[in-house]
């Protein structure tokens, strides 16, 4: 595709529901980030994607999300039994390669989740 | 671990003026990238300018330019001849360089408004 997509571009839900949120990446690219962009503030990284293995997941708060990329290009982001704390705007980018120091990450347009 | 500070919360400018945000970052390592994005109402985080920190020559694209002190850790955004369309929200982000694949880590933004 032309850029990166993500679906849905809005998603209410209640507290200690189940949610998902699709990344589609820019076609070609190997490299999936997810970030997660809280109220007044900047992007904080969730995980990152390097073909369908998750080469970096240190940012996921802890175990209520997940995160897979099966066949290498589009992903999804799970999170269980949400919490109100999880109202935010999640944003996924992708980049050629992740390998190379002049690789950029080309954003998506989010997914803002409120949790009720 | 990583940090970047942006100290300007809100700025604004009259339109066809200079206006210069601020960024300063905190890293041990002595080789990493830089960058300036932009996010518009839309939620999409657009790539505005990349630094390299090996590179001593400021980067500049079009109306926008860096100052970059490595020495200080300051790396500052100029936005020469502002248009109303540059108004958005403006994040500072620090990447390594090793493997190339490493997470950005922003700032909390500053929120630039373009007076006519």
């Known amino acids: 595709g032309a850029g990166v997509s993500q679906t849905p571009s809005n998603k209410v839900t209640e507290k200690g529901k189940y949610v998902e949120l699709r990344c589609d990446p820019i076609s070609g690219h190997t490299a999936l980030y997810w970030y997660r962009q809280s109220l007044g503030q900047g992007p904080e990284f969730l995980i990152y994607?390097?073909?369908?293995?998750?080469?970096?997941d240190s940012g996921l708060p802890n175990d209520r999300f997940f995160a897979v990329r099966p066949e290498g290009s589009v992903s999804t982001l799970k999170i269980q039994r949400t919490e109100r704390g999880d109202s935010a705007v999640y944003l996924c980018?992708?980049?050629?390669?992740?390998?190379?120091?002049?690789?950029?990450?080309?954003f998506g347009p989010g997914t803002r989740l409120t949790v009720l | 671990a990583q940090t970047v500070t942006q100290s300007q919360p809100e700025m604004s400018v009259q339109e066809a003026e200079t206006v210069t945000l601020s960024c300063t970052y905190d890293?041990?390592?002595?080789?990493?990238?830089l960058f300036w994005y932009k996010q518009p109402p839309s939620r999409q985080m657009i790539l505005v300018i990349r630094?390299?920190?090996?590179?001593?020559q400021n980067a500049t694209e079009n109306r926008f330019s860096v100052n970059f002190q490595k020495a200080a850790k300051s790396f500052s955004l100029k936005i020469s001849d502002s248009q109303l369309g540059d108004a958005a929200m403006y994040f500072c982000a620090y990447r390594r360089t090793q493997g190339g694949s490493e997470k950005l880590v922003f700032g909390k933004g500053t929120k630039l408004t373009v007076n006519p």
């Open positions: 890293t041990s390592e002595s080789d990493y990238y």
């Open positions: 630094q390299e920190a090996y590179k001593q």
């Open positions: 994607f390097q073909g369908t293995g998750a080469a970096d």
């Open positions: 980018a992708s980049s050629l390669t992740g390998l190379a120091v002049t690789d950029t990450q080309y």
